[in-house]
């Protein structure tokens, strides 16, 4: 059973920094595309950021380029998310994501909370 | 870089009736890269349709998509209470760049 469980979401201080982990398990994590897509209270869908198979290549929303970075340790099965200078517009449900051949993200975990006051 | 533009914004219906949601793209897109998903109150996302018409794993046949260019739809036949949800559809291209409707939210009489 494929499982995708995010973890490190947290109440942080305006620019202030954090990371977010991403575990996984039922699958061969090494040979798949993965994401971070992110849910402001109440909002729709956002993507964040995505990955290749082996690191090499990192995209991201125009916008949060240069305070994200997303990586992966095939080795451990995880993804990561670190985030600096946060501000109050990053307070969301953080999600990990699996993808599909088509680009599609098949599979999903339950999400972990980021709060940045105002 | 592409807008997709989701309608109605609620719709409201009743038991076993049929439900067409609309995702119109700023520009043409490739029908390959058209997902749609479906976001349940207090849950994740999750995979209905990819490619504009084949359905995900484990995914009722009630659910079907169709589309092409600038024009796509989601088609929930025979609407379920369960079926109380947002729904949201992608589009991935090279830029690359995923960029997600505004969602339609769907609401059982």
């Known amino acids: 059973e494929v499982q995708l469980v995010e973890s490190g979401g947290d109440l942080v201080q305006p620019g202030e920094s954090l990371r977010l982990s991403c575990a996984a398990s039922?699958?061969?994590?090494?040979?798949?595309?993965m994401s971070w897509v992110r849910q402001a209270p109440g909002k729709g869908l956002e993507w964040v950021a995505n990955?290749?198979?082996?690191?090499?290549?990192?995209y991201y929303l125009a916008s949060l380029r240069g305070r994200f970075t997303i990586s992966r340790d095939n080795a451990k099965n995880s993804l990561y998310l670190q985030m600096n200078r946060l501000g109050v517009d990053d307070t969301a449900i953080y999600y990990c994501?699996?993808?599909?051949?088509?680009?599609?993200?098949?599979?999903w975990g339950q999400g972990t909370l980021v709060t940045v006051p105002t | 870089e592409i807008v997709l533009t989701q309608s109605p914004g609620t719709l409201s219906l009743s038991p076993g009736e049929r439900a067409t949601l609309s995702c119109r793209a700023s520009?043409?897109?490739?029908?390959?890269?058209l997902a749609w998903y479906q976001q349940k109150p207090g849950q994740a996302p999750r995979l209905l349709i990819y490619?504009?018409?084949s359905r995900a794993t484990g995914i009722p046949d009630r659910f079907s998509g169709s589309g092409s260019g600038t024009d796509f739809t989601l088609t929930i036949s025979r609407l379920e209470p369960e079926d109380v949800a947002v729904y949201y559809c992608?589009?991935?291209?090279?830029?690359?760049?995923?960029?997600f409707g505004q969602g339609t939210k769907l609401e059982i009489k």
């Open positions: 992608q589009h991935y291209d090279s830029s690359p760049m995923y960029t």
């Open positions: 520009q043409s897109v490739s029908s390959s890269y």
């Open positions: 990955i290749n198979q082996d690191g090499s290549e990192k």
């Open positions: 994501a699996r993808h599909g051949p088509y680009y599609e993200a098949d599979y």
């Open positions: 490619g504009a018409s």
């Open positions: 039922g699958f061969k994590f090494s040979t798949y595309w």
